[in-house]
């Protein structure tokens, strides 16, 4: 079995399950990253390439839990997942269970690419960039299934890693 971590559109068990057949969905923590709206690429609900919207990616932040959905997916349907996440790498991360104990390690897709933000001009590289709506209702009605909906928008940042989630859809 591969041991997969998600935390945007895979926090949603069926999401997961549209790629290939997983088992023991849950939810656990990963330590040192945060959730971002950053990402630039193709995006599967809209079939194409969209520099306007982004995705979600993680990024590096000291102290920090994030809340993730775990699963295991056979070796033999694993290359439905590594497709699905094609611009995204894999790193091997620890994940630890609700009281923050660890339980071994995983892989997480992070990002290959980022989009910038200039702090000199205070501006973005690509402009008016926001989180996909389709994709961003995906994510949100994920965690609205558990007791984690506010700690999603709480722990979730906008390009800038300014803005949380919570005051950009408020």
Same mark, same amino acid.
């Given at each position: 079995?591969?041991?997969?971590?998600?935390?945007?559109?895979?926090l949603?068990?069926?999401?997961?399950?549209?790629?290939?057949?997983?088992?023991?969905?849950?939810?656990?923590y990963?330590?040192w990253y945060?959730?971002?709206?950053?990402?630039?690429?193709?995006?599967?609900?809209?079939?194409?390439?969209?520099?306007?919207?982004?995705?979600?990616?993680?990024?590096p932040?000291?102290?920090?839990?994030?809340?993730?959905s775990?699963?295991?997916?056979?070796?033999?349907e694993?290359?439905?997942?590594? #497709?699905r996440?094609c611009? =995204?790498? $894999?790193v091997?991360?620890?994940? !630890?269970?609700?009281?923050? @104990?660890?339980?071994g390690?995983?892989?997480?897709?992070?990002?290959?690419?980022f989009?910038?933000?200039n702090?000199?001009e205070?501006?973005?590289?690509f402009?008016?960039?926001?989180?996909?709506?389709?994709y961003?209702?995906?994510?949100?009605?994920a965690? #609205?299934q558990?007791?984690f =909906?506010d $700690?999603?928008?709480?722990s979730? !940042?906008?390009?800038?890693? @300014?803005?949380?989630?919570?005051?950009?859809?408020n």
């Open positions: 079995m591969v041991k997969v971590i998600g935390y945007g559109s895979l949603c068990e069926k999401s997961a399950n549209n790629t290939c057949n997983i088992n023991n969905f849950s939810y656990w990963i330590k945060s959730r971002i709206f950053n990402k630039l690429g193709f995006n599967p609900y809209l079939e194409k390439y969209n520099e306007n919207t982004a995705m979600l990616n993680v990024f932040q000291k102290d920090n839990w994030l809340l993730v775990y699963f295991d997916i056979d070796e033999r694993y290359h439905k997942m590594q #497709k996440e611009d =995204y790498k $894999e091997q991360v620890e994940i !630890y269970d609700m009281y923050k @104990k660890i339980s390690k995983w892989i997480l897709y992070v990002s290959k690419e989009v910038v933000y702090w000199e205070k501006k973005m590289i402009s008016d960039i926001h989180p996909e709506k389709r961003l209702d995906i994510c949100l009605n965690v #609205k558990t007791n =909906y $700690e999603f928008l709480d979730t !940042y906008m390009s800038c890693r @300014k803005k949380k989630l919570r005051d950009y859809i």
